[in-house]
């Protein structure tokens, strides 16, 4: 039995996931989401389950992504490339079911919170953020893409601020987490920590759960500390990210020399060109998709990077060697071509990208 998440369930029916790889920032394995479905499916129709509380292990916060680093591996050899295809298949399907519980699920956005963890979270209905969160889609650094369901997510922040932060892969904090959609409440750590210790020991079988759920939320939720970062930039994000090409997208920052403008090309340019001209088809395509059919593109897209050199060569300069310099293949924005980008989005078993 692994031990890298923890499950429990108390007399009371409150039931616990606490991702346990403190370690590697609790990034996911196939172990992991594995365990984690299978637990859902069980607590889904088990009446001694009244809410579940997701939870990381460790002081860094909730969880890091994928594991990626074991997906590195993949690049070796065919076996190693089913299991990370199996990983990403294991992974978006329990992300689906987080969305799809039928009971509360509580989430601590406490700390680290990226990537895969982002997606385990995103669907529960009862997301906190603290003054430690820090939340980001960072696939855009590792020449991958904003997977976990973020093609239907970041179509729900206002305006273009999803293509923003899925293509700058910008760390974000609690207010700009309320303020996107990626969370609903914020408290203090502290307060985080005693609502758990209440949640833990309330009887969940003799009162309304959503309504007891709501005032104990009640008590210990407050104001975010600090506001919105990037509400004041709404009106740039939306002026500069408005365009279907990125070509466009660049011309238009280049047009203008705010300190924003000149920061968000600077952050767009230190991307996979690759990568962002994906991310921006998947994003422009999920704004008229279903969840489902966002997860289904993004297993596609997933698949097919599993096979691109410019993705390991991403996972290599900033997790393996740490250089933070990637020989990418496509160099400038201008070498992908639309015929490239519009391939990627059809399943393949034999390409090679
Ligand atoms: C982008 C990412 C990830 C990342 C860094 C990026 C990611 C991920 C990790 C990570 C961090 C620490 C670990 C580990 C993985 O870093 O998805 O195993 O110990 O999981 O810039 O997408």
């Known amino acids: 039995m692994s031990d890298e998440v923890l499950f429990s369930v108390n007399q009371n029916g409150a039931a616990t996931i606490v991702l346990n790889r403190p370690k590697a920032l609790n990034s996911l394995s196939y172990e992991m989401v594995r365990l984690i479905g299978e637990k859902l499916r069980e607590w889904k129709t088990d009446h001694s389950v009244s809410v579940v509380v997701m939870k990381g292990a460790g002081p860094k916060g909730l969880c890091a992504g994928g594991d990626i680093k074991a997906l590195y591996e993949a690049r070796s050899s065919t076996s190693a490339l089913q299991d990370a295809e199996r990983f990403f298949e294991k992974e978006y399907e329990v992300d689906m079911a987080v969305y799809q519980f039928p009971k509360p699920v509580i989430a601590c956005l406490d700390g680290i919170v990226m990537g895969g963890g982002v997606g385990l979270t995103y669907g529960a209905s009862h997301r906190i953020v603290?003054?430690?969160?820090?939340?980001?889609?960072?696939?855009?650094?590792?020449?991958?893409?904003?997977?976990?369901?973020?093609?239907?997510?970041?179509?729900?922040?206002?305006?273009?601020?999803?293509?923003?932060?899925g293509l700058t892969a910008s760390v974000i904090h609690a207010a700009d987490v309320l303020y996107m959609n990626g969370a609903d409440i914020y408290m203090e750590s502290g307060a985080l920590e005693r609502l758990i210790q209440k949640v833990e020991h309330t009887d969940w079988n003799l009162v309304n759960v959503e309504e007891r759920l709501d005032q104990m939320i009640g008590e210990c939720k407050a104001?975010?500390?600090?506001?919105?970062?990037?509400?004041?930039?709404?009106?740039?994000?939306?002026?500069?990210?408005?365009?279907?090409?990125?070509e466009e997208i660049l011309q238009s920052l280049e047009s203008e020399g705010s300190d924003f403008?000149?920061?968000?090309?600077?952050?767009?340019?230190?991307?996979s060109p690759f990568s962002l001209k994906i991310t921006l088809k998947q994003l422009i395509d999920g704004k008229h998709k279903t969840l489902e059919e966002c997860f289904a593109t993004d297993l596609v897209l997933a698949k097919n990077f599993l096979k691109h050199n410019d993705f390991?060569?991403?996972?290599?300069?900033?997790?393996?060697?740490?250089?933070q310099s990637p020989n990418y293949k496509y160099q400038h924005v201008s070498d992908v071509t639309d015929e490239a980008v519009n391939q990627f989005f059809q399943p393949s078993e034999s390409a090679q990208f």
């Open 130 to 165: 603290t003054e430690r969160t820090k939340w980001a889609m960072p696939e855009m650094n590792i020449g991958f893409f904003p997977d976990v369901g973020a093609a239907c997510f970041l179509n729900k922040a206002p305006g273009h601020l999803g293509r923003y932060l």
């Open 223 to 246: 104001e975010p500390p600090q506001e919105s970062k990037l509400a004041p930039y709404q009106k740039a994000i939306d002026h500069h990210f408005r365009y279907d090409t990125l």
């Open 261 to 271: 403008s000149v920061n968000a090309k600077k952050l767009l340019l230190s991307k």
């Open 312 to 323: 390991f060569e991403g996972v290599r300069s900033v997790l393996i060697d740490r250089d």
